[in-house]
């Protein structure tokens, strides 16, 4: 299914509370009490399809990047939050109980306690559900613990507006919207036992092991991974996963690095992955043998579906070097004949990650690679500073470069404005990959 088309069946099903509420055909109030409730069915639509944007589902994500899914659940929850804001507000209607002749409740607003406390629990809940997300680097809890009560509150905010609307809602008291609403909290729930319960089920079938640890360069570690069970594990290469170290299966210790290896070397995995003062500052003192669990793949940085590309451009920014290096291997592996371009920024030269492997690969496979830093050391003759305008201008500024396939992975300035620039010299949109996981 193309992006346009998931964009497509998203704003199906969440207008699709109001064409239940229209085909209804009861009589209409003023305007402003059809507004609130309007904003009332969509705002709880759009908080049950959130649970579908979760970013661990391969069929949306292989499409438009785990980081995209994640950023719309962000921005969708917010605009989820201002319509259940402005929900109650905006009734004219008088709040007491409706007349018994009024059986559509045409001239009045239930308020009675029964249908209301579990939309005002989940009102409040809202708010705190999308606040602690924005804020959350302020909040200084453990990412684990967040994660715990981000779900614990989720399923509350889904419960109690479903509960709110079948027991208040002037629209689905009747059957056909009260089926949506629950087969929308059905799916809601059944999307956290995908995540939770199903997928850790998986994992369960390809157990992996620390073969090796070693230092890939500064701060920066090679985790090499061998399979523990029956079954190839198959990713394409510039793909990631959800690695849970040393822990349970179920635990919500999981953390995403890109692979580094590639399909056609064999069955192990590789990962480089910098210290980033979480789990990561005790990867040095892993044991081999300890128990790896694998999520995925996940991740769209691959060849799939740009093949009949000329050339293939890698622009990496220190540890996104990972997803590239795995990509050049895979290359390298299949005899792709393809030109191709590695530009390679890091601050100093202690942080290139597998440069002997890199010029290797220079001469074996003819990728023109280019390392470019920002604190050179004397005697430096490469290019200096950042992985500017210039510089790709200086690379891809020629004709035959706009049909090439570019990569980008690394900081989100860098990926931000190689992509800018990537687009004034003409290279259609379509034609850059990458994966920015920062929203805020």
Known sequence: MPAAALILLYLALALAPLGFAWAQGLAPRSPWDELASGLGLVALAMILLEFLQLGRFRATTARVGSDVVMRAHQLLARVALGAALLHPFLYTAPMKDAPVWDTTRQTAIDTSWHGLWPGIAAWLLLGALVASGIGRDALGIRYQTWRALHGLGAVLVAGGGTLHALRAGRYSADPALASLWL??????????????????????????????????????????????????????????????????????????????????????????????????????????????????????????????????????????????LGLLREMAATDDPRPTTLLYGNRVQEQIV???????LAQTHGTQITHVLSEPPNGWTGPTGQIDAPLLRAHFGRPEHRDWLYVLCGPPAMIEAVEGTLIELGVPASNILSELFRYD
Do not use: C, M
């Open 183 to 324: 087969a929308f909290l059905a799916l809601a729930i059944g999307a956290l036992l995908w995540v939770y319960v199903i997928s850790p089920l998986k994992q369960l079938r390809h157990p992996f092991r620390v073969a090796a640890v070693t230092r890939a360069a500064e701060r920066t570690w090679r985790l090499n991974l061998a399979p523990d069970g029956p079954g190839p594990f198959r990713y394409r290469a510039g793909q990631f996963a959800w690695l849970t170290i040393g822990h349970p299966v179920w635990s919500l210790n999981d953390n995403p690095f890109s692979i580094a290896s590639a399909p056609a070397q064999g069955e192990g995995l590789e990962f480089i992955i910098k210290e980033l003062g979480d789990s990561t500052s005790r990867l040095g003192s892993l044991r081999p043998g300890t128990r790896v669990w694998v999520d995925g793949p996940h991740g769209h940085l691959t060849f799939e579906g740009h093949q009949e590309a000329p050339g293939v451009a890698l622009i990496a920014g220190g540890v996104g070097i990972a997803p590239l």
């Open 354 to 360: 597998a440069g002997e492997e890199l010029e290797t």
